[in-house]
C-alpha cells in the first residue's frame, strides 16, 4: 500500500476497507459493474497493476461511504436525533462514491484525448523518418528520443513499446500490446496499419500513414473545437453570476432609496 500513498487520499483507512472487500467478497458480487472500473485502471495504469489499483480505488469508495456514515450519525446525534442531518449524510454517501467513479471516467477521456492531439505529429514523423531511410523500428525510437514532453500518455506508451523492443520481443507483440493498453480505436488503426505495410516498406507503407495522418489531423481539429465548446459553456455561469452581483450593486442603492 506504500507504494499508492501519493496517488490516493485517505489510505490510513485502506486496511478497514480492504478487510470489508475481501470480507463480503465485493470483487466477485458485483463482478460486472467493478470490471468496468478496471477497463479503466488497465487504460490509465496498464495492465500490470490494473488489480492493485482497482482494489485500492474500491477501498477509497468503502472509506467514503464510512466517513460520512459515521460523521452524519455524530452529527445526528449533537443535533438531539435530527434525522434531516442523518438521511443528508445517507444522501452524500450515494453521491460522493458516484462523483468519484464519474470523475474516474473523464481522467480516462482526457488521457485518451491526449493521446490522439498527440497521435498525428507522431506519424507525421514516423513518415519523415521513413521516407529518410529509416526503419520503422529505428523512426520509433527517434520518434521517443526526440520527444518534447516524455510524461505525455502517448510517449509514455511508445517508451514501454520501444523498451520491449530493445529487449527484443517480436515487433507484432509489441505492437499488439500497445493497442491492447491504450485501448483506442484509433491506435489500433495505427498498429495494425504499420503491421499489414512494415515488411514491404517503401511507398506503401508512407502512402498508408499519410492516409491515415490525415484521418487523425481531422479528429484532431474536432477534439480541439469540442475542447474549446466545453471550455466556454463553463464560462457561462460565472459571467451570470458576475452579471447578477453587477446588477444587486447597481441597483441596490436605488432600491434603498426608493
Not at 514516423?126 to 510517449?155: F, K, Y
Request: aromatic share 8%.
Amino acid at each position: 500500500m506504500e507504494q499508492f500513498k501519493g496517488q490516493y487520499p485517505l489510505m490510513f483507512l485502506a486496511p478497514v476497507s480492504l478487510f470489508i472487500v475481501d470480507k463480503l467478497k465485493i470483487m466477485e458480487r458485483f463482478y460486472s459493474q467493478i470490471a468496468k472500473i478496471q477497463q479503466k485502471m488497465i487504460s490509465l495504469y496498464g495492465n500490470r497493476t490494473a488489480l492493485q489499483h482497482t482494489r485500492i480505488y474500491l477501498a477509497q469508495l468503502i472509506s467514503i461511504v464510512l466517513i460520512t456514515i459515521i460523521g452524519a450519525l455524530l452529527f445526528t446525534a449533537l443535533a438531539e436525533g435530527d434525522m434531516a442531518i442523518f438521511v443528508t449524510g445517507i444522501f452524500f454517501a450515494i453521491l460522493l462514491p458516484y462523483a468519484m467513479i464519474k470523475k474516474l471516467a473523464s481522467q480516462e477521456k482526457e488521457r485518451k484525448d491526449k493521446i490522439l492531439l498527440e497521435l498525428p505529429e507522431v506519424v507525421n514523423k514516423l513518415i519523415l523518418l521513413i521516407n529518410a531511410g529509416e526503419t520503422v523500428q529505428q523512426a520509433l525510437v527517434r520518434c521517443v528520443t526526440t520527444a518534447n514532453d516524455h510524461n505525455s500518455p502517448l510517449i509514455v506508451e511508445l517508451t514501454d513499446a520501444v523498451n520491449k523492443m530493445v529487449s527484443n520481443e517480436p515487433f507484432h507483440q509489441v505492437l499488439n500490446d500497445l493497442s491492447k493498453k491504450c485501448g483506442i480505436q484509433e491506435i489500433s488503426i495505427f498498429t495494425t496499419t504499420i503491421l499489414l505495410n512494415y515488411r514491404k516498406g517503401g511507398n506503401d507503407l508512407i502512402l498508408a500513414l499519410r492516409e491515415l495522418s490525415r484521418d487523425l489531423w481531422e479528429k484532431r481539429k474536432n477534439i480541439s473545437k469540442t475542447k474549446g465548446e466545453e471550455a466556454s459553456s463553463k464560462l457561462v455561469f460565472p459571467l451570470i453570476l458576475i452579471f447578477v452581483a453587477v446588477m444587486i450593486i447597481v441597483g441596490y442603492p436605488a432600491i434603498t432609496i426608493m
